[in-house]
Nanobody, 121 residues
């Protein structure tokens, strides 16, 4: 059993900052890519940022320069630092990770339950 648990969301004023965390736990053999997605009301879930096990990163154009993804492999945790928040960043943010539970199994996509980020004055 593998679980991803996010934390760090909340209500923030425009221009503010947040740091989201997502910790993976359970029967984990190896974690490959990890990422953050978001889904605003009435919109499709979209990739915000991703990071490989080696630390290479990828960002959506809309968040480049404001969002920073990082990970601590020793803690099986991925972070998302969000600066200069805008009202259009309001969404539920989901953590995603490609995890294999043994040497013999292929990686599987796991998702967290989501954490709400609301940007409003």
């Amino acid at each position: 059993q593998v679980q991803l648990v996010e934390s760090g969301g909340g209500l923030v004023q425009p221009g503010g900052s947040l740091r989201l965390s997502c910790a993976a736990s359970g029967s984990i053999f190896s974690i490959y890519a990890m990422g953050w997605y978001r889904q605003a009301p009435g919109k499709k879930r979209e990739l915000v940022a991703a990071i490989t096990s080696g630390g290479s990163t990828n960002y959506a154009d809309s968040v480049k320069g404001r969002f920073t993804i990082s990970r601590d492999n020793a803690k099986n945790t991925v972070y998302l630092r969000i600066n200069s928040l805008k009202p259009e960043d309001t969404a539920v943010y989901y953590c995603n990770a490609e995890i294999s539970i043994s040497r013999a199994t292929i990686p599987y996509d796991y998702w967290g339950q989501g954490t709400q980020v609301t940007v409003s004055s």
